[in-house]
């Protein structure tokens, strides 16, 4: 996506082509001085290596100063940046007066310290590159990770459908086993019961009250139910 942080410059020729401002005394402002305006700073702009170099890692991601110094954008001898034109931009002596007038007295700051704005636009555009050009690089770090790891989580999840599925047989095959324990003891619970029947019917004409029991098995050690209970 372009960037376009110099429109400040370029707006402040357009306000002063439709409201016919004089720079000097006399002289009005062309209308072509805004077109002129855009197509030196598109030069400028397309002077400037299109992608910065990292001589160095960037320990602080969230250091910009960091971040510029490992693209190599230093500050000029002069000491005037971008930065210090934005805080001059600001400074109350004149971030209440009219735009055209902020502008003019950057120039006449900049004409002062033997400054040309051209400098301070390729500041601007180095600066910008340089924080695009570490977006890229931190986009691509992640886009890597992602997947990485989606790979590593792919080949988690098949371990884990494995190992799941490994359980579930192992608990499907301890609840048949006593399944079919239960269906033998039940069918031979019948058989005894039948078998105790037999016996008791043989018991049956020598005892008053027959001993032989031919319902379920007491459990040993469980108390039998008071009487009346």
Do not use: C
């Not at 990292?54 to 001898?77: H, M, N």
Request: no cysteine; charged share 30%.
């Amino acid at each position: 996506m372009s960037k376009k942080w110099y429109n400040y410059f370029i707006s402040v020729d357009r306000e002063s082509v439709s409201s016919q401002q004089t720079d000097e005394p006399g002289r009005q402002t062309s209308p072509g001085s805004s077109q002129n305006a855009a197509q030196t700073i598109a030069e400028i702009a397309a002077s400037v290596q299109a992608t910065p170099s990292f001589t160095k890692p960037v320990a602080d991601p969230t250091s910009f100063e960091q971040i510029y110094q490992a693209a190599e954008v230093r500050v000029p001898s002069h000491g005037f940046t971008i930065f210090k034109i934005a805080d001059m931009l600001k400074s109350e002596h004149i971030r209440s007066l009219p735009v055209e007038i902020k502008r003019s007295s950057v120039l006449l700051a900049l004409d002062a310290a033997g400054v040309k704005l051209e400098e301070i636009i390729e500041d601007a555009v180095r600066r910008d590159r340089a924080l695009d050009t570490f977006e890229l690089v931190q986009q691509r770090a992640l886009d890597q990770l992602e997947a990485a790891k989606a790979e590593e989580n792919k080949k988690l999840q098949q371990e884990a459908d494995r190992v799941l599925n490994e359980l579930r047989a192992k608990i499907q095959a301890n609840n048949d086993e006593v399944a079919r324990e239960r269906e033998r003891i039940e069918t031979w619970r019948l058989q005894k019961q039948q078998e105790e029947r037999r016996i008791a019917e043989a018991v049956a004409p020598f005892a008053s009250e027959n001993p032989i029991s031919t319902g379920p098995a007491v459990t040993p050690g469980k108390p039998d139910a008071a009487p009346g209970h």
